[in-house]
C-alpha cells in the first residue's frame, strides 16, 4: 500500500505539475509510465492475478450483502456470517460441479474436450470462446522451422495485424506475440489454431 501511494504523489507529481516545462515533463513520464500502463507487462506472466477494480466490485458485492447505517453490532455479526456460510455453500457447489460435470463441447476437437475436464466453468467457457474463434477465423500465413522451433505467423479475420506462434514440437511448449496467456493464463486463439 506504501507503494502504491508513493506511485500515486510520483504520477501526481509528473501529470498535475503545472510548473514543469514540456521537456521536464517527458523525463518524468518516461520512468514513471511503464509502472502501470499494460503494454509495458506484455512479457510478466499475470494469469490469474484478479484486477483491482473487479476485486473491488466484488468486495463491494459481497459487503452490500450485509452492511447499511441502521444494522446494530449484533445483526451485522449475524448477516455477515450468513454471508460467509452461502458464499461457502456457493464455492462448494461450484467445485462440486467443475469436479463432476462436464461441459459441453462446441467442437470435435480433442483440446476442447480436454480443457471440459481441467478447467473451471468460468474458465472453461473463456478457453472454449478462444477455440471457436480459433476454428472460424484464423490461418496461417507462413509456417517455418527456426533453431529446433516452429514458427508460425497466423492472421485472423479481417484484422490487418499478424501474430507470431512458436511451437516446441519436443515438449509442446507455445507462445504467441498477443500474450493473452501472460496477461490472462488462457491459450490465445493463435496458440490453439496451431
Not at 513520464?29 to 484478479?50: A, C, E, H, Q, S
Given at each position: 500500500?506504501?507503494?502504491?501511494?508513493?506511485?500515486?504523489?510520483?504520477?501526481?507529481?509528473?501529470?498535475?505539475?503545472?510548473?514543469?516545462?514540456?521537456?521536464?515533463?517527458e523525463?518524468?513520464?518516461?520512468?514513471?509510465?511503464?509502472?502501470?500502463?499494460?503494454?509495458?507487462?506484455?512479457?510478466?506472466?499475470?494469469?490469474g492475478?484478479?484486477?483491482?477494480?473487479?476485486?473491488?466490485?466484488?468486495?463491494?458485492?459481497?459487503?452490500?450483502?450485509?452492511?447499511?447505517?441502521?444494522?446494530?453490532?449484533?445483526?451485522?455479526?449475524?448477516?455477515?456470517?450468513?454471508?460467509?456460510?452461502?458464499?461457502?455453500?456457493?464455492?462448494?457447489?461450484?467445485?462440486?460441479?467443475?469436479?463432476h460435470?462436464?461441459?459441453?463441447?462446441?467442437?470435435?476437437?480433442?483440446?476442447?474436450?480436454?480443457?471440459?475436464?481441467?478447467?473451471?466453468?468460468?474458465?472453461?467457457?473463456?478457453?472454449?470462446?478462444?477455440?471457436?474463434?480459433?476454428?472460424?477465423?484464423?490461418?496461417?500465413?507462413?509456417?517455418?522451422?527456426?533453431?529446433?522451433?516452429?514458427?508460425?505467423?497466423?492472421?485472423?479475420?479481417?484484422?490487418?495485424?499478424?501474430?507470431?506462434?512458436?511451437?516446441?514440437?519436443?515438449?509442446?511448449?507455445?507462445?504467441?506475440?498477443?500474450?493473452?496467456?501472460?496477461?490472462?493464463?488462457?491459450?490465445?486463439?493463435?496458440?490453439?489454431?496451431?
Amino acid at each position: 500500500m506504501q507503494e502504491e501511494t508513493g506511485f500515486l504523489k510520483t504520477l501526481c507529481a509528473c501529470v498535475c505539475h503545472l510548473e514543469i516545462e514540456p521537456a521536464e515533463f517527458e523525463e518524468r513520464w518516461n520512468k514513471t509510465r511503464n509502472k502501470w500502463i499494460p503494454v509495458y507487462f506484455r512479457d510478466v506472466f499475470l494469469g490469474g492475478i484478479m484486477r483491482t477494480t473487479s476485486r473491488s466490485k466484488s468486495e463491494n458485492n459481497f459487503s452490500c450483502s450485509f452492511i447499511n447505517p441502521q444494522v446494530s453490532l449484533v445483526e451485522f455479526y449475524l448477516r455477515y456470517e450468513a454471508a460467509i456460510d452461502a458464499q461457502r455453500h456457493t464455492q462448494d457447489q461450484n467445485y462440486n460441479d467443475s469436479k463432476h460435470k462436464y461441459h459441453e463441447c462446441k467442437t470435435p476437437l480433442g483440446i476442447e474436450k480436454h480443457a471440459s475436464h481441467l478447467y473451471t466453468n468460468s474458465v472453461f467457457y473463456e478457453f472454449q470462446y478462444e477455440v471457436e474463434i480459433a476454428c472460424f477465423s484464423c490461418g496461417v500465413d507462413e509456417l517455418k522451422k527456426e533453431n529446433g522451433l516452429e514458427v508460425a505467423k497466423v492472421s485472423e479475420g479481417n484484422r490487418i495485424r499478424t501474430f507470431d506462434v512458436v511451437l516446441n514440437p519436443t515438449n509442446y511448449d507455445t507462445t504467441c506475440s498477443c500474450k493473452l496467456f501472460y496477461r490472462q493464463g488462457i491459450p490465445c486463439r493463435h496458440m490453439i489454431w496451431v
